[in-house]
């Protein structure tokens, strides 16, 4: 069972313009969320996060949003630049014993930011 | 400051061989962990370690062994390899010493392309 799904596997935008990518949940418990981004060959490096306190987190052109009652939280980059285009990992945490010291991941999405 | 160092970065194994991955972090991180990335199934985690001397399982811990005797270094070993083991291995780390929460960055490594024949 997936617990956290990000149903978009891919997303082409143009330069300048809103990137959007989505993340859903599944466990009540998780309280703390993550995005990181991941460039071919490189490992993933951490972008932004934001704990279930709060519902908005903004560090320069990326924003997370977190809707709890919907389990939804998403990321907007804006404006997109080329070198933006990465793959991008939701990831969260929280819950009983183990599960506050680890993350789960979404799949990812592919975002390509055209010039 | 190295970050987290992953060694070998590639290997190519035949099925049946046994292999240790080797990650070690200079950040005098608690918590470190091994995550493997297949196409269209993201991170998933296989095993990790809140402290020196610690393991747990995560996610897809079959067929893999781990091991914290430093606190610096986490070691992931694959006893009998299998092609279903072709993957790339990414190790990570945390200075967190209690449950994840906003300022604990999880710092990951380069990646471990291993490919079992």
Redesign the interface.
């Known amino acids: 069972d997936q617990q956290v799904k ?1 149903n978009s ?1 891919s997303l082409s935008v143009q330069e300048g313009r809103i990137s959007i990518l989505n993340c859903d949940y599944t466990n009540s418990m998780f309280d ?1 969320f ?1 995005w ?1 981004k991941k460039y071919p ?6 972008l932004i ?1 934001i ?1 279930s306190i709060k519902d908005k987190n903004e560090d320069g052109r990326f924003t997370v949003f977190l809707n709890k009652s919907a389990k939804h939280l998403s990321l907007h980059i804006v404006p997109s630049q080329p070198g933006d285009s990465a793959v991008y ?1 939701c ?1 969260a ?2 819950g009983s014993g ?1 599960s ?9 999405t592919l975002l390509t930011v055209n010039p | 400051n190295a970050g ?1 160092t992953q060694t070998p970065k590639f290997r190519v194994l035949k099925t049946g061989q046994s292999m240790t991955l080797l990650c070690a972090q200079d950040m005098n991180h608690e ?1 470190m ?1 091994w ?1 493997r990335q297949d196409p ?6 296989i095993h ?1 370690s ?1 402290g020196e001397g610690t393991t ?1 399982k ?1 996610e897809v811990p079959d067929g893999y062994n781990v091991s914290r005797l430093k606190k610096q270094n986490f070691l992931l070993g694959l006893e009998s390899a299998a092609p279903s083991q072709t993957s790339v291995y ?1 190790c ?1 780390s945390t200075r ?1 010493k ?5 300022g604990n ?7 471990s392309w291993l490919t079992v024949v």
Not at chain 1, 41 to 46: N, Q, V
Not at chain 1, 100 to 108: E, H, R, W
Not at chain 2, 40 to 45: A, H, I
Not at chain 2, 98 to 102: G, N, R, V, Y
């Open positions: 990000q596997p703390y993550l990181y060959a490189e490992g993933p490096t951490f996060s704990s990992f990831a945490s929280g183990g506050n010291y680890k993350l789960t991941f979404g799949k990812g | 987290v918590y962990y995550y269209g199934m993201g991170l998933r985690l990790y809140v747990a995560g990414f990570a967190a209690s449950k994840l929460s906003s960055t999880i710092y990951f490594g380069e990646g």
